[in-house]
């Protein structure tokens, strides 16, 4: 699977379903939003931000990842809109591309952590 390419920080949790669930909901239904039919989530994986959550330090660690060793290139970015901290999505190859996004969700929990996904997604 595609997502199973990008790695995520070794401090992070990768979360269950049932793990935060409210708060992978959330986002997923935040992002389902601001596409309004762009893009469609295929696939998912959430994770566990613990270590003083930034949307821009995600971003640009995931993106460099994706630009340098799955020879990806933006294509969507959104900052601080209703849900969620930040967003992009990633087309990689050409002919017949796979996307994917990433995510952060705005609420912090309790302790101060955030709920972050991985998305393969299609476009519509």
């Known amino acids: 699977m595609l997502l199973d ?3 995520h920080n070794s401090a992070d ?3 269950t379903p049932d793990q935060h669930g409210e708060q992978q909901a959330a986002l997923e239904n935040a992002l389902t939003q601001l596409w309004h039919g762009q ?3 295929v696939a998912k994986r959430f994770f566990l931000y613990k270590d003083q959550p930034q949307w821009v330090v995600l971003d640009s660690s995931t993106g460099n990842h994706i630009q340098d060793k799955l020879g990806g290139k933006r294509e969507f970015q959104k900052t601080g ?3 969620f ?3 992009s999505v990633w087309k990689i190859g050409m002919l017949s591309p ?3 996004a990433v995510a952060m969700g ?3 929990l ?3 952590s955030a709920v972050y996904g991985y998305f393969e997604v299609e476009k519509e």
């Open 5 to 7: 390419k990008i790695p």
């Open 13 to 15: 949790t990768p979360l």
């Open 39 to 41: 893009y469609r989530i």
């Open 81 to 83: 809109a209703a849900g």
């Open 85 to 87: 901290d930040g967003v």
């Open 98 to 100: 796979d996307r994917v």
């Open 106 to 108: 705005y609420d912090r």
């Open 110 to 112: 309790p302790d101060g």
